[in-house]
């Protein structure tokens, strides 16, 4: 039996084909669609592992309001080479020693990263290969389970570019497929998303036409443009670019959220507005946790004790120390769903 899966940078599904009918499996039974599984993992420093829904409430419910302490930690020495010069330069990195894990979300976008080789989780080094295998792997058991057999033959969706240069495309491709193969597939079979999709509608067309396959994801924006006329099916164009959902959620919040915490409000002797980039790091999950280091929430607090708006400044610290980051951008997601059903709706951040 082979399995399809749309491993997505948000969400991912698998789906099985019994020569009659399509089956979408309830990878997510705690999502509120089971067969959307979010693309979303999280390690403990003991090894643990959950992947979809379950994983961001897992790390809401360990992390959400505990102390956070962030130490300097030496990782390596990094070589620097200039026209005339060379020097050898340690290099230290902020660890929050009370973490109990790792989350990690919209991973399959590191895939590109060639600077971007793995990650430490407690006492353990993972390369960005093994990371893809658990989910992968976490994956591929919940479907055997509902299949009742083994599965190890997958056709793995990828976008039609992963990255704009060639050569990061081929290093993310051949990380997909080693992360595959780590979760335990014998075969391991590649199909552009788009086209996919573009299957997928021919399959119920009743006439001869030219489609467009629009497929907005969390990583990338793919477009096909394909001629179906029965069974033949002739792909005519396709093109894509790696930036999509996620980019889209950093200008949601940056454009919302920020007049809230304090931004522009004036303070200290001079009246200088609050600089921005306390707001452009607040608007992308990715570099929140900075905001958590001693120098930039001293800079919050000097900020505050000298704002005419205090409490919107208390109110960033208390989010930003509190761990509250990736718990207000999984709310700014759903708000966004919603707005797929009405016109409006409103960004509430309770704590």
């Given at each position: ?95 929050d020693v009370m973490s109990p894990g790792r989350l990690f979300l919209s991973f399959k976008t590191n895939l590109r990263d060639h600077e971007y080789t793995g990650t430490v989780i407690g006492q353990s080094f993972y390369p960005i290969e093994a990371l893809l295998a658990l989910y992968l792997t976490v994956a591929r058991k919940r479907a055997e389970r509902l299949l009742g057999r083994e ?201």
């Amino acid at each position: 039996m082979i399995v399809g899966m749309d491993f997505g940078t948000t969400n991912s599904g698998m789906s099985v084909y019994d020569g009659d009918a399509l089956r979408v499996l309830p990878l997510d039974p705690v999502n509120e669609n089971p067969r959307v599984l979010r693309t979303a993992l999280y390690v403990t420093n003991e090894q643990e592992v959950v992947i979809g829904r379950a994983a961001v409430d897992e790390y809401f419910a360990q992390n959400v309001g505990r102390p956070v302490k962030l130490q300097k930690v030496w990782v390596g020495e990094l070589e620097v080479y200039g026209a005339d010069m060379y020097f050898v330069t340690d290099t230290y990195v902020w660890v929050d020693v009370m973490s109990p894990g790792r989350l990690f979300l919209s991973f399959k976008t590191n895939l590109r990263d060639h600077e971007y080789t793995g990650t430490v989780i407690g006492q353990s080094f993972y390369p960005i290969e093994a990371l893809l295998a658990l989910y992968l792997t976490v994956a591929r058991k919940r479907a055997e389970r509902l299949l009742g057999r083994e599965l190890r033959q997958v056709v793995l969706g990828r976008p039609v570019h992963f990255a704009s240069d060639p050569q990061h495309d081929a290093l993310a491709q051949e990380r997909l497929l080693r992360g595959a193969f780590l979760a335990g597939y014998e075969k391991v079979y590649l199909a552009r998303e788009p086209i996919a999709a573009a299957y997928d509608y021919a399959s119920r067309a009743t006439r001869a036409q030219n489609i467009l396959v629009f497929d907005f994801g969390g990583g990338t924006l793919d477009i096909t443009v394909m001629r179906i006329d029965g069974r033949q099916r002739q792909v005519l164009a396709t093109g894509g670019v790696p930036i999509a959902g996620d980019v889209f959620d950093q200008k949601l919040v940056r454009a919302k959220l920020p007049r809230h915490f304090g931004e522009g409000t004036p303070y200290g002797p001079r009246q200088m507005p609050s600089p921005a980039w306390i707001y452009d790091l607040f608007s992308n999950w990715q570099t929140i946790l900075e905001l958590q280091t001693p120098k930039n929430l001293r800079v919050l607090q000097e900020i505050e004790q000298g704002s005419p708006r205090p409490g919107e400044i208390r109110g960033l610290i208390s989010l930003v120390s509190g761990n509250h980051g990736l718990q207000m951008f999984d709310t700014v997601e759903k708000t966004k769903r919603d707005l797929s059903a009405r016109f409006g709706a409103m960004i509430r951040l309770d704590g």
